[in-house]
């Protein structure tokens, strides 16, 4: 009888807690002349298993604490086991009391080249560099989760951005691009990380937990007072500005969040905007079409 209820309680932790992403992964070949291959397909199954059933941190997430993300990998060529694509990243969260999805992350990855061969086992070790198409999924995992965490609890998402700094590191000892600062431009994986890491854009971590927490998870309760939240936090971007002008980190930022900005201050219930707009068209003029369609 012992044996029986300790089976029963270990099942029902197995059933309590999960892995921490929920992620949909596709893999879109149809500008190929050879879309038509299995592989492609084979490809999108593994990773689905690969990012959904790997046990990415030591925390323990409940079933419905998951995080919800998509990974679409366009791939520009393929040819002997070697593919060349583009990787989009997205995430969302659900805000408190409600069903509501916030988008959280929205990253374009331009430089994701890879070599995979159909069936081959991905299995992500920390300490070494095995493959690229490993290391940067994994690396996204942990971006994804780190932006998740820092929108519930101040600067908690510090561990995990380590987590993909360290891959980063490693990385840096292969061919691939998009690992060092040396590749072009400063917005790829090495200045992603470093930015997260670095205490000048702490800010930006202040106004992701603020966003959420003292606006979008306020409105199931009080449209009005979320609304004020979300403004306040729009406002400290001013803070990041002043230092960094178009920082790769705001940027990131208003990719996931420009719509959801729109929509929100386009409707009621009515609060004063005109200084948020005149800070959003001076942080994120790249959005100024939109920052001009929102209804006063």
């Known amino acids: 009888m012992y044996r029986f209820f300790l089976f029963v309680s270990l099942l ?5 807690y999960s892995q921490e992403l929920n992620c949909s992964v596709k893999v879109n070949a149809q500008t190929l002349n050879n879309s038509n291959q299995p592989i492609f397909k084979t490809l999108e199954t593994s990773l689905t298993d690969f990012v959904n059933k790997t046990k990415w941190t030591s925390r323990k997430f409940k079933q419905s604490e998951r995080i919800d993300c998509t990974i679409l990998i ?5 040819g002997a086991d070697q593919f060349v694509a583009t990787l989009q990243v997205t995430s969302s969260r659900t805000a408190f009391g409600s069903n509501y999805a916030s988008p959280v992350l929205n990253i374009n990855d331009k430089d994701f080249s890879f070599k995979y061969a159909e069936f081959e086992n991905l299995f992500f070790n920390p300490n070494s560099f095995d493959s690229n198409l490993i290391a940067v999924i994994a690396y996204y995992a942990y971006i994804i989760i780190g932006f998740d965490a820092d929108t519930f609890e101040l600067n908690s998402g510090k561990e995990f951005y380590q987590q993909a700094q360290d891959i980063v590191n490693l990385a840096q000892q ?13 917005q ?7 930015d997260l890491m670095s205490g000048t854009f702490d800010p930006i971590k202040e106004v992701l937990y603020d966003y959420h927490r003292k606006g979008i998870d306020l409105m199931s309760e009080n449209v009005q007072k ?3 939240g979300v403004k306040t936090a729009l406002l400290s ?3 990041i500005h002043s230092v960094r002008p178009n920082a790769f980190l705001t940027r ?3 990719d996931a969040k420009s719509d959801e900005i729109l929509a929100l201050f ?3 219930p009515q609060v004063k905007i005109t200084d948020l707009v005149d800070n959003l068209n001076r942080v994120s003029p790249m959005n100024g079409s939109k920052w001009a369609s929102i209804k006063f």
């Open 12 to 16: 029902c932790l197995a059933t309590v």
């Open 74 to 78: 366009n791939v520009a060529s393929y």
């Open 174 to 186: 292969s061919s691939f691009r998009g690992w060092s600062q040396n590749d072009g431009g400063n």
């Open 188 to 194: 790829n994986r090495f200045f992603l990380t470093n």
């Open 226 to 228: 979320g609304k004020e």
């Open 237 to 239: 971007l001013s803070k």
């Open 252 to 254: 990131i930022f208003f």
């Open 266 to 268: 386009s409707g009621g």
